[in-house]
């Protein structure tokens, strides 16, 4: 056991781990653009960070107008964000320096995600993290996503541990509320910090409002040990 007791670690994917939004950006602008959405910008791809690939094409459906099923559009996106995936993916420094930190302790961790199984492998095989993060549940193995606790409580469940043991790393409101909904701490570091007041965010434990900038491996696992169970 390490220094942090039965502590479990379970993070999001995108965002948390690694700077995915630009991929999921193109591949929404792609797809959207071949169905008659030519505009879509930054901008609005940031309202559907947090939430699953699932949902987000259903939003679009209604608020575009869009004729294409949902899963005819779920299938357009996943394929061209697995394109990009494999090769376009950035870790951040500080979270592979986290995951390496909590690996070399024995830590058990998880990667809870909104991406589909096939998206969430193809990132953790192209950037390495897979061999320290075994344990993956994707939102398309639940019945719901974030900010449903499912994808959380699942991970709990598959590494064996109580979810009140567990600490959560996200980067979106919606997981932050996630979190806390399935009784887990949270440590929140908002990809977008100018929405660190949105309320999912409220229900964080610690609340890093600058986002990655301020996030650094040893004051994440210090502040794990200093307030562990």
């Known amino acids: 056991m390490s220094d942090l007791g039965a502590l ?8 948390t781990l690694v700077d995915s939004e630009p991929n999921y950006y193109e591949a929404s602008r ?16 940031e309202g559907y ?17 869009l004729h294409a099923s949902v899963a005819e559009l779920l299938a357009a996106t996943n394929g061209r964000y697995l394109e990009l995936a494999r090769t376009r ?17 024995n830590v058990p961790m998880a990667v809870a995600s909104g991406s589909s199984p096939e998206a969430i492998r193809a990132i953790l095989a192209g950037t390495g993290l897979g061999a320290l993060l075994r344990t993956v549940v ?14 959380f409580l699942e991970a709990a469940r598959r590494l064996g541990v109580d979810p009140a043991d567990c600490v959560v790393l ?20 908002p990809y977008v ?22 996030f650094t491996a040893r004051s994440a696992y210090a502040w794990l040990r200093d307030t562990a169970r």
């Open 193 to 214: 910090p100018a929405q660190a007041d949105a309320p999912g965010f409220g229900t964080a434990t610690l609340l890093l409002r600058g986002g990655q900038a301020e």
């Open 49 to 65: 960070v947090g939430i699953s690939t699932r949902e987000t094409v259903t939003i679009w459906r209604e608020r575009y107008g």
């Open 138 to 151: 994707s939102a398309d193995e639940v019945p719901h996503g974030k900010p449903a606790p499912d994808v």
């Open 30 to 45: 792609q797809v959207l653009a071949e169905h008659g959405v030519p505009d879509f910008t930054w901008a609005d791809h």
């Open 89 to 105: 993916t950035r870790v951040y420094p500080q979270m592979r320096a986290f995951v390496e930190l909590l690996a070399a302790r």
């Open 8 to 15: 479990s670690v379970i993070f999001d994917l995108d965002g």
């Open 170 to 189: 996200e980067d979106a409101a919606p997981g932050a509320a996630a979190a806390h909904a399935a009784g887990m701490r949270c440590l929140a570091v």
